[in-house]
């Protein structure tokens, strides 16, 4: 069992930075494609970026290419968002997700975490 717990949300302006962190415990992540999603209130949970197993590969939403990056740390069982030039529309809760060696941008993970809330004001 992979227990997921983000951090690093916050208030920011539009156009601020803000870094997430989501650390695992239990099982090594080396084994998992890891995955942020974002859910606004009243909207469905939507993907925002995945990184496969070993880091080499990663995919993003139109909405954020160019903005966010994704990474991981496997040794350290932690994956990373670095957000940049953020949005109004960025706002919304953000979740860490883990699937057992497969990297799917769909909602089909295996393991969630609790969410971070991030709030860009206009």
């Known amino acids: 069992q992979v227990r997921l717990v983000e951090s690093g949300g916050g208030v920011v302006q539009a156009g601020d930075s803000l870094r997430l962190s989501c650390a695992a415990s239990?099982?090594?992540?080396?084994?998992?494609?890891m995955g942020w999603f974002r859910q606004a209130p009243g909207k469905e949970r939507d993907f925002v970026a995945v990184?496969?197993?070993?880091?080499?590969?990663?995919t993003y939403a139109e909405s954020v290419k160019g903005r966010f990056t994704i990474s991981r740390d496997n040794a350290k069982n932690t994956v990373s968002l670095q957000m940049n030039s953020l949005k109004p529309e960025d706002t919304a809760v953000y979740y860490c997700a883990a699937k057992f060696y497969v990297v799917p941008t769909t909602r089909s993970y295996d393991y969630w975490g609790q969410g971070t809330q991030v709030t860009v004001a206009s």
């Open positions: 990184i496969n197993r070993n880091g080499g590969s990663t």
């Open positions: 239990g099982p090594t992540i080396s084994r998992y494609g």
